[in-house]
């Protein structure tokens, strides 16, 4: 469900960021300085959420769960795969990539790359990528 700032009561003093390990939450360019977490690299932590003095973060409902219900990972049948929580995306179809402990080689696209039937969920989100070539290949 990834988290959101609730600008409106935001005081912009970066206590959450400071805690976030995949530097999901930035600066906006606003006056007050208040900030925003990007739900592609948040990867539904929590480790900012009692760190914001005001209480201003709070879970987005709109947002899969990284790792929650509806996450292909979750799965026995993929235990071998790790997710890059969007710190690598497919230059392709723009979804998050995924290391493979028995391919032992960087980590891929599952759809382009390895031309599996499912990725992040978030993916469905994505507006600024192209659709995935493997995708493409099969309409």
């Known amino acids: 469900m990834s988290f959101r700032v609730l600008d409106d009561v935001c005081i912009g003093c970066g206590a959450c960021d400071f805690s976030c390990p995949t530097g999901a939450l930035t600066k906006t360019d606003t006056f007050l300085g208040l900030f925003v977490i990007d739900p592609f690299t ?62 032992d080689g960087p980590a891929q696209c599952p759809k382009c790359g390895w031309g599996m039937k499912v990725s992040c969920p978030r993916s469905r989100f994505l507006t600024d990528a192209s659709p995935c070539e493997h995708d493409a290949a099969h309409h």
């Not at 929650?68 to 235990?79: F, I, V």
């Open 42 to 103: 948040c990867n539904d932590c929590a480790e900012c959420v009692p760190k914001c003095p005001v209480l201003a973060i709070e879970p987005d409902p709109a947002w899969p769960v990284c790792g929650g219900h509806g996450c292909p990972l979750t799965s026995k049948r993929l235990d071998e795969f790790e997710c890059t929580f969007w710190q690598q995306r497919c230059p392709s179809c723009g979804t998050t990539l995924w290391a493979s402990a028995a391919a």
